[in-house]
């Protein structure tokens, strides 16, 4: 650490390193490039000869089609088509659509366009025991390798079968980022003690996790020195703004938080369980009803998901002048097949798509619709046992102290009474355990299903501590990530939250979708380079070596969040 020096003039941007993860892609580079490198965060090892086999899919699964199921997605379906009918262009005329039969039926009639002699093979055989990013998707699918995405749903994706182990995800993103670094942004390994990085995280963080994670950074990679920032913080910084109301639609997940002045109100955070990614399989099922001339399309499939993936970004949208049916293309390019374009026609469906995170019925579709939203857990529902100030450990060496003191009193014949204040801590920490399972029904419909986004904001917002706090947030709501990149969308979740706001807040709200033109997909990752880089951002690194004699205690003493 020696050759790291702490004052702000030393400090240069090309030598900080800006990490922020997510479900589906992994975005890395330095604080002084315009755009960081994106790769698909996903890794895939070779099995051994008669081990477990493990893949994890691109898209979230869909859950079993029942016909209760699909009635449940019809009525929506027809529920938010009538909505669309009934409202007007920008010219003032009523919309109109192309009724789904029509569209069936042109598409019924689309042939392939196939490119002879274009076949190309599984890159299997060319590829080591380790791939990693984009290279994932040119596996075949029923081969040798097991397929690993470190994160799923906004958390690390731990489960119990092969590389699920918390030591097995750390390891693959110690391999993923490890590669990047080394290819991508050529940063030998034994220069990495010259480097700085930062780690963006997500808004509602497990503590033991923010622990594995600096050993990773400063012990694995061997970076010189890094600190922690949470994504919505750091959303505020790249925006440009002092506070906000930070809705994040990533691929599989949806985190909504109040920002003010750097410090993200845990109150007011929440985690939801869909994404970009559930409003692909939404309008896939869409397309499936209008006869998508593509029959042979499996979601489980890598690629065919990046397929349908690509085809939500390029013909979702909430653009009501877009009235009647549409005609795409698109190309299919599978191994050991030949190349084929395809046309076909889509109506309203590419509405209905992206609106399903307000209708959360249709996510009925992946299960999401009902999984119990994520809120912040206090540090007395997350222990940790190296944590000295953790409630867990006062409430344990407060009892042990007392019995201790009550042995000593029976030894001495005196009977006496004492208070012990710890005791406290346990009532407390079980009221607070309620407090938050009550607060967590505010994102359930009555039927049990969660409240789309537009009540989603207004229920965090309206968790603020107090009234002016509460105007200012509904002021400036600041979308980012990238699974709500639609045409309109903006416009359309303004409408929606203006309605459901009190009418005391209702003179002025403001929805920020793309700040300073700005991908909004790269503005966590744009605002943690910024951040890195200020003058005050000297006292946040934290060194390997403070880590190694401190441990959590520095962390908490450091980490720009409210512990």
Known sequence: MSNLKDTPEHIQAQNIIVIHPGSHYLRIGRASDVDPVRILHAIARRRKPGGDVHRDYVLPRVAEKTPELLQELEDCRLQITHTLLSCVQSNGQRRYAT??????????????????????????????????????????????????FPFRRGELNLHDGVGGSLFGVMSDLQAIWGHVLQTRLHIAPKKMGQYRAVLVIPDIYNRAHLC?????????????????????????????LGYACVVDVGDQKTSVSCVEDGISHPNTRVRFDYGGGDVTQVLFWLLQKCAFPYRECE????????LLRRLKEEVGHVNLDVCGSVEKA??????????????????????????????????????????????????????????????????????????????SVMDSGAMATTENPEDDLVVDGLEQEKETKNNDRDYFLPGGQLVGLDQAIVQSI??????ELKRKMYGCILIVGGGMKFAGIGSWLQNQVARKIPAMYRSEHSIVSSPKDMDPEITSWKGAAVMSCLESAV???????????????????????MW
């Open 99 to 148: 009724p789904p039969q029509q569209i069936a039926a042109y598409n019924k009639r689309s042939q392939p366009e196939v490119v002879p002699n274009s076949a190309r093979e599984w890159q299997d055989a060319s590829l080591g025991d380790v791939v990693i990013g984009e290279e994932v998707l040119q596996l075949n699918p029923n081969g040798a390798y097991n397929v690993h």
């Open 330 to 407: 698109f190309t299919v390019h599978q191994p050991r097949m030949p190349r084929s374009n395809y046309t076909f026609q889509v109506g309203d469906e590419a509405m209905v798509a992206p609106l399903s995170i307000f209708h959360t019925e249709l996510l009925v579709l992946t299960g999401a619709n009902k999984s119990p939203p994520k809120t912040q857990k206090s540090c007395s529902l997350q222990p940790h046992p190296e944590d000295c100030f953790d409630a867990e450990y006062l409430r344990e060496t407060g009892r042990r102290n007392k019995e201790n003191l009550e042995q």
């Open 539 to 561: 006292e946040l690194w934290l060194t390997e070596s403070e880590w190694s004699r401190y441990g959590l205690r520095i962390l908490r003493e450091k980490a720009v969040f």
């Open 299 to 306: 979601e489980s499939n890598p690629q065919d998901a990046i």
């Open 462 to 467: 309206e968790r603020c501590p107090n009234d």
């Open 212 to 240: 594995e994670f600096m050993t990773l950074l400063l012990k694995q990679l061997g970076f010189g020195c890094c600190f922690l920032v949470q994504d919505h913080v750091a959303a505020t910084f790249g925006a440009g």
